[in-house]
């Protein structure tokens, strides 16, 4: 893989330099777990840290790691008025498609759709 490069935002780089100089600059995973050796964490480790982050910030239910994921992509196309290419781009996703179904649940253009339709069609309440 090639190095690609991105503009991290100041809270961000500043979380980040907090945690190397924590960390330590010697040679290995950026993340690690603090049992035994400085392996790199797994999906599971990474699931269970979400998870316990969401529980500390008192948020309802479950924080999964494709749920932030999920959360950033729908506020970048709430912030660009729902420009699917900068969504793209941000997400990192390579097929518009696939950023049209974070679109479409955020703005729930099925089910209005669905309603207008309804509306339209259905004249009285059966019953």
Partial sequence: TQ??????PG???D??????????????????GFR?????????SVARI????????EVAGTVRPHGLRHTAITTALDASGGNIREA???????????????????TDVAGQLAAQVTS????ETPG
Avoid: C, M
């Fill in 88 to 106: 793209a781009k941000f997400s990192r996703h390579q097929r518009l498609e696939t950023v049209l179904i974070y679109d479409d649940r955020r």
């Fill in 36 to 44: 035994g050796k400085r392996a790199r964490l797994n999906g599971g």
């Fill in 120 to 123: 339209r069609y259905v004249t």
């Fill in 3 to 8: 190095a690609v490069p991105l503009t991290v």
């Fill in 15 to 32: 979380a980040l330099t907090a945690w190397v100089d924590h960390r330590g600059t010697e040679p290995g995973p950026l993340f690690h």
């Fill in 11 to 13: 809270a961000v780089l």
């Fill in 50 to 57: 979400v998870a316990k982050a969401g529980t500390v910030a």
